[in-house]
């Protein structure tokens, strides 16, 4: 199936961490690096994150801090729990959202979303009964999406790598150390140093105190289950 092209772009610390252990990651990176952001988010077709990231940072995903349109919002939310308050459904930015969820979902809680104006998209559950990533963008390209923004959280961006899924890398890595906390990338099913993820064409860009590591994302290890689309 065709899909987006999609780029993981998210800040870290030196030791990974998109954030504490409390979950606080406002801000992790400098203004010079949410610039740059704004840069990508003016750039791509579609934004997408979890719907744990709305939960948490309740984020506006628009582009304010450089001239452009805003993308379209992709809200991964299986069970429907984006509140009604959230930034991405207020002051009218429903209209520019559309939300992934499963039949696990509550019809109540899908009328009421529509009714606020954003798109609803069932997708198909796994077996661990999150969204088939894989789905959901084809259900993107279909409506012309070319190209995806992926801000996070964790959980998402793990499930992007872990299945093949995401093309391009461009994290922001601030000078600071947080020890325990939320890691960027979780278990990749990866056990021997030769069938890491690489970087290729990597460039290295300065901004403020921050770093832009930038590259195209290069898979080495096989497996069935990335053979087979399924986690």
Known sequence: MSRPLVTLSYAQTLDGRLATRS?????????????FSHELRAASDALMVGVGTVLADDP??????????????VIVDSRLRLPDNAAVLRDGAAVGTLIAYTSAA???????????????VETP??????????HLLAILAE???ATLMVEGGAQLITSLLRHRLADRLAIT???????????AVGDLGIEHLDDACLLEGVTLTHAGVDLIIQ???HY???SAETETGSP
């Open 106 to 120: 509550p019809q109540e809680r899908r009328a009421q979303l529509a009714e606020r104006g954003a798109t609803l």
């Open 173 to 183: 890595v601030a000078p600071k150390i947080l020890g325990t906390g939320i890691a």
């Open 220 to 222: 080495r290890q096989a």
């Open 23 to 35: 979950g606080s990651s406002q801000w992790i990176s400098g203004a010079e690096s949410l610039r």
């Open 143 to 145: 409506r012309g999406i």
């Open 60 to 73: 506006r995903l628009t582009v304010r801090l450089v001239p452009g349109t805003d993308p379209l919002r």
């Open 215 to 217: 590259g195209q994302i």
């Open 125 to 134: 559950a796994l077996a661990d009964g999150r969204i088939d990533l894989a």
